[in-house]
């Protein structure tokens, strides 16, 4: 694969939250319909609650900890039986403790998805904050970020590596993956970068169902799944793919929101390239996506 120059990437005032301000974001159906997102000035030891009720109408059950409803928007059962909640992210990461508990952090992203978790009832990170969580973690604590790469893709790895430094992230390496310390691979946010025979990557995508993905490799080809767990597409030669979990090599598990392991990937070397364009220079395709394909020169939002 001959590697490319980086362009410039455009970094404009808006998706990169200043020191003061947080964003609250809804969406619905894994990102795909906004709902609002909204800026705030980050009041004084406010919480993922407090936050949101300045910007929506919230209905609370359970003594005022789980969020019902946003702006009338209803948890439960639909027509489908499809059963439906409101789930939050702080900087991409699944918190794991509830809105009220949370206490917001300068340049926190709080994001509410309003969807069906018949098939998966955690899905532990998201893409969709971009370019976190990698620039202000989760509670106030950032990890430094490893670019891993397989041994053909060197040059790329500098590139994403140079080509991320406009987006203010100032703490991240390249390591191939053999060379991957253990302590770093447990304690770093991992972005993986190779095909599904690298090894890190062919560990996730084993076990690509615990980790909260609806796609996978199958034989060469990357199938993809609706928000059911049924077959939507199978994809082939040159398909890019970004999907995110938390670090599963964290001893303490993909529930720490402690750090994240991301896949930026594709069915061949062409697809991850495909991968790489769709961070650096279309990473504004990514806002408020759970995870996306890369196909045909278009960036598609998964599940559907």
Not at 48 to 59: D, F, G, K, R, S
Not at 67 to 88: C, L, P, Q
Not at 224 to 236: F, H, M, N, P, S
Request: include cysteine.
């Amino acid at each position: 694969m001959e590697p490319h120059p980086v362009a410039e990437i455009q970094t404009p005032e808006a998706e990169v939250n200043t020191d003061s301000t947080v964003r609250v974001i809804a969406t619905r159906d894994f990102g795909r319909e906004l709902m609002f997102d909204e800026r705030l000035e980050l009041p004084p030891d406010a919480s993922a609650m407090a936050a949101l009720e300045q910007v929506a109408e919230v209905e609370t059950t359970y003594g005022g900890g789980f969020v019902d409803a946003i702006n009338g928007i209803h948890s439960g059962f639909n027509e489908n039986g499809e059963k439906r909640d409101w789930f939050f992210y702080i900087n991409g990461i699944q918190s794991n403790v509830g809105a009220l508990d949370y206490q917001l952090q300068p340049g926190d992203v709080e994001h509410w998805d309003y969807h069906d978790w018949t098939f998966q009832q955690s899905i532990p990170a998201i893409v969709g904050a971009f370019p976190e969580p990698f620039l202000h973690g989760y509670d106030g604590r950032k990890r430094s970020t490893i670019v891993v790469y397989s041994d053909n893709l060197i040059e790329e790895a500098e590139e994403l590596e140079k080509g991320l430094a406009p987006l203010r992230l100032d703490d991240v390496s390249i390591s191939g993956t053999a060379e991957l310390p253990v302590s770093a691979k447990e304690s770093s946010n991992l972005v993986l970068l190779g095909t599904a025979d690298n090894e890190l990557i062919m560990e996730l995508n084993q076990n690509w169902k615990k980790l909260g993905f609806f796609a996978h490799f199958e034989n060469g080809s990357l199938v993809v799944l609706d928000a059911r767990g049924e077959t939507d597409k199978t994809y082939g030669a040159a398909t890019g793919l970004i999907q995110a979990t938390q670090n599963p090599w964290n001893p303490r598990g993909t529930g720490a929101c402690e750090n994240a392991a991301w896949m930026v990937t594709g069915t061949d070397d062409r697809g991850v390239r495909n991968a790489i364009e769709a961070l650096l220079r279309n990473h504004a395709q990514l806002q408020y996506a759970f995870a996306i394909v890369i196909a045909n020169g278009e960036i598609i939002k998964i599940p559907r």
